[in-house]
């Protein structure tokens, strides 16, 4: 049930993309915008359509701000993989944009899918206009200096820095770099239906932790090949990971208890929301 | 009349600035996005408040997508000036953020600043809400691979490129590259009061041209302290320019025409458009 919704997910976003961009002019970093934007999980755009269906709304209108989602996360990636911040070179199993075209082809090419995901969270078909407005005005609070931005600014800060993060600093940072879009992916449904966010936020939090706690294991367990980047690379750089402080059994028991508050906040949605709870499940159980 | 003008709506959007980036973290990334938005002559959004103010509109309501256009603007030259891309030392007479920080948190102002020109451009107080999605949805497509970004793009391109690019050419690269943010500047104040946008689009068009040909000029006359940045670069790389393409004084002519052009658009306005004309006036006459 789950991996058909994935899937269908997945196939509704990806036929998306490929007509937006194909409508863009045909230059490199439109081709670079394609690649970045290709493959992957697509958690946050289905956690979009999932929330959106949750409250009535059809996966088609949710369509929009679920390929916006990943367009905004596609451009974290790209910059993020760039020689001066991470440097690296594999990115779901395929080079990254700087190594196929160039470091200037990828700044702009993240630079320009953060302003295609604004553009396409206030298509006109998305819904009435305090949506839009909302949908991007949240959006970009939680791309910004208080959200991704600054959760990537804490990492890069910490790689330098002399003593290793505690637990809650290296809370506070996974919530900016990764809980910031999972939030408002999850929030988008009852954002897009004039609902209370309140009970997917909660799911939220706990679930964007859990995917961090998840990440930092694979990092220790999975091989490249599955998990489709570097693997044992932060470990290597003797950066504080959620399993460096609380040890490998420690973290796999965080995440489970994650997992039972990500499924317990959404009580008030009954059984409507079992694909959501096999979503936190997932999240923890994933190889790549 | 102009000088007070464009004064006054500097004041209002610097004091502005100070006051949303007060309220972010107090991080290295948040201190170099005052840096970069700091200083600049504020074209941008000296257009939306004097737009804004010829439908009605008062300076303190226009203050919020005037703020988000010049944050955007700084975005862009912050990437801009990368090593990567144009790779500038010196900007407004000051080191670039690269420079005075480091290529990492370079790259991530730059992003949040895109972000911050998003969350600036939909508050609540911009007001109704299909102004606010429209200003967003027409920002993110002047900023991206249809607009600004193209033009980047190009420029970079041309770069490379074995024949010097025609002046077709290079007209739409700048077109892209300052021309689409000149034209939602132009168009903000038309677009907040529900009114024709056409006579600005018209006007904008003329006046991002005059621009881009005035900023060849300089790049030719001027003198390195008084415009802020290196000067004579283009010309040295052997890059086409309007200067190179039309010649010095050819250039200057069309330049003067492009201000007739610019004037003659806003006939409608009567002499309400007075302080528009002079600015066209004053984008050609420019020291820097």
Known sequence: MLRDRMHEAAGLIGSHLDQVLGNLPDVPVVHAMAHATRGGKRLRGFLVIETARLHGIAPEAALWPATAIECLHAYSLVHDDLPCMDDDDLRRGEPTVHIKWDDATAVLTGDALQSLAFELVTADCVGPDDVRATLARTLAIASGAQGMVLGQALDIAAETATTPLTLEQITKLQQGKTGALIAWSAMAGPRMAGADTAPLAAYATALGLAFQIADDILDIEGDAATVGKATGKDTDAGKATFVSLLGLDGAKRRADELVQTACDA???????????????KFVVARKS
Chains 1, 2 share one sequence.
């Open 266 to 280: 959404l009580s008030i949605y009954g059984s409507d929301a079992d694909t959501l709870r096999d979503t936190a």
